[in-house]
């Protein structure tokens, strides 16, 4: 809110200084941290000093991408829109969020009841059920002992159950930082079966994104990647935005490195990545892109909801079956030697 109270306040035609200063007396906290940044930052724009040399002083407030939007602003006279942009920058990156969430959470909800009731079944249910069937000194089928034995390992067991996970995660943790194996784990979450797509469609809609909209704003194209490479997360994208930006520093295209990586990057952005560059539309492209993804990723998040649902209730239905079948039988096998 801070970037659009500001963008409409210099649109007025507020001077930097006077429009920090409002937004200074209009925070709640004037002792919380929001009202001391903008203090200082009246302080040092009246000293002479620009807003992104303010906002650098505040590392882990504001980031790369921010203050170097700024600073492209104050440099080329177009802070106006360049607020405007790192508005729109903020909003469709929070939007992006929230659809990845909301995807993952109805599964989430799903599992985490199916895992309570399964407990509740194991650990007071169960219990009763085994004490009957050992009265009747019957042979008891496989499927029977082994969901017995769950359950006796969840009950007197549980601890060494707690701490063996705990360990299992360290060790995944541990394996996963190390920087030969990280680029491994990568490319499973980018070309698994039904989550992959909408992996890279999220790594494409947010490089492409920011990239746009940094080039807009006035800064140099390889400053643009670097400073996308920054926000990626995924190494493989990361890796390749890297060669990006060497290939641009030596002359090449971006489309001439883009083409090494056809399992990263569609032909068809290559293809209006290309355009961009012969046109001298590049930033309008990748912008263009963005939304194109953006778009891709509803309806992703959307068919991966709807392509869970059934895969959960399947499940479910495989659980409850086998927990009637494993229960059953031997009842059956009782009533049927009366």
Same mark, same amino acid.
């Given at each position: 809110?801070?970037?659009?109270?500001?963008?409409?306040?210099?649109?007025?035609?507020?001077?930097?200084?006077?429009?920090?200063? #409002?937004?200074?007396?209009?925070?709640?906290?004037?002792?919380?941290?929001?009202?001391?940044?903008?203090?200082?930052?009246?302080?040092?724009?009246?000293?002479?000093?620009?807003?992104?040399?303010?906002?650098?002083?505040?590392?882990?407030?504001?980031?790369?991408?921010?203050?170097?939007?700024?600073?492209?602003?104050?440099?080329?006279?177009?802070?106006?829109?360049?607020?405007?942009?790192?508005?729109?920058?903020?909003?469709?990156?929070?939007?992006?969020?929230?659809?990845?969430?909301?995807?993952?959470?109805?599964?989430?909800?799903?599992?985490?009841?199916?895992?309570?009731?399964? %407990?509740?079944?194991?650990?007071?249910?169960?219990?009763?059920?085994?004490?009957?069937?050992?009265?009747?000194?019957?042979?008891?089928?496989?499927?029977?002992?082994?969901?017995?034995?769950?359950?006796?390992?969840?009950?007197?067991?549980?601890?060494?159950?707690?701490?063996?996970?705990?360990?299992?995660?360290?060790?995944?943790?541990?394996?996963?930082?190390?920087?030969?194996?990280?680029?491994?784990?990568?490319?499973?979450?980018?070309? %698994?079966?039904?989550?992959?797509?909408?992996?890279?469609?999220?790594?494409?809609?947010?490089?492409?994104?920011?990239?746009?909209?940094?080039?807009?704003?006035?800064?140099?194209?390889?400053?643009?990647?670097?400073?996308?490479?920054?926000?990626?997360?995924?190494?493989?994208?990361?890796?390749?935005?890297?060669?990006?930006?060497?290939?641009?520093?030596?002359?090449?295209?971006?489309?001439?490195?883009?083409?090494?990586?056809?399992?990263?990057?569609?032909?068809?952005?290559?293809?209006?990545?290309?355009?961009?560059?012969?046109?001298?539309?590049?930033?309008?492209?990748?912008?263009?892109?963005? %939304?194109?993804?953006?778009?891709?990723?509803?309806?992703?998040?959307?068919?991966?909801?709807?392509?869970?649902?059934?895969?959960?209730?399947?499940?479910?239905?495989?659980?409850?079956?086998?927990?009637?079948?494993? #229960?059953?039988?031997?009842?059956?096998?009782?009533?049927?030697?009366?």
């Amino acid at each position: 809110m801070l970037t659009k109270y500001l963008a409409v306040l210099l649109r007025s035609g507020l001077p930097l200084d006077e429009s920090l200063d #409002i937004l200074n007396r209009q925070s709640k906290n004037k002792k919380g941290a929001l009202a001391q940044i903008l203090t200082n930052l009246t302080s040092s724009i009246r000293t002479g000093k620009t807003l992104a040399d303010g906002l650098a002083q505040y590392p882990h407030t504001f980031s790369p991408v921010y203050i170097n939007m700024i600073r492209a602003g104050e440099a080329s006279g177009t802070l106006q829109d360049d607020l405007d942009q790192l508005v729109e920058q903020m909003e469709k990156d929070h939007e992006l969020k929230q659809k990845i969430r909301g995807a993952m959470m109805y599964p989430a909800v799903i599992m985490m009841v199916g895992l309570v009731i399964a %407990v509740v079944i194991i650990v007071f249910i169960l219990p009763q059920i085994t004490g009957l069937f050992k009265s009747l000194n019957i042979d008891l089928p496989f499927t029977t002992k082994l969901i017995f034995w769950v359950s006796d390992l969840i009950r007197f067991q549980w601890v060494w159950l707690l701490l063996g996970g705990l360990v299992l995660f360290v060790t995944v943790n541990v394996i996963y930082r190390v920087k030969k194996i990280k680029p491994i784990f990568h490319s499973l979450f980018l070309f %698994v079966p039904i989550t992959g797509k909408l992996a890279r469609e999220i790594n494409l809609a947010r490089s492409f994104r920011l990239m746009g909209t940094l080039f807009k704003s006035g800064l140099p194209i390889n400053e643009s990647i670097e400073i996308t490479m920054e926000v990626m997360r995924n190494i493989r994208y990361y890796n390749m935005l890297n060669e990006v930006k060497e290939g641009v520093s030596h002359g090449n295209t971006i489309t001439s490195v883009l083409e090494k990586y056809p399992r990263l990057v569609p032909p068809i952005a290559m293809r209006l990545i290309l355009v961009g560059e012969e046109t001298g539309t590049l930033g309008d492209m990748l912008l263009y892109l963005a %939304v194109f993804y953006e778009a891709e990723i509803n309806e992703s998040t959307k068919n991966l909801t709807s392509l869970l649902e059934p895969i959960m209730i399947v499940f479910i239905g495989f659980a409850v079956g086998y927990l009637a079948v494993a #229960i059953l039988m031997p009842i059956y096998t009782v009533v049927g030697n009366i």
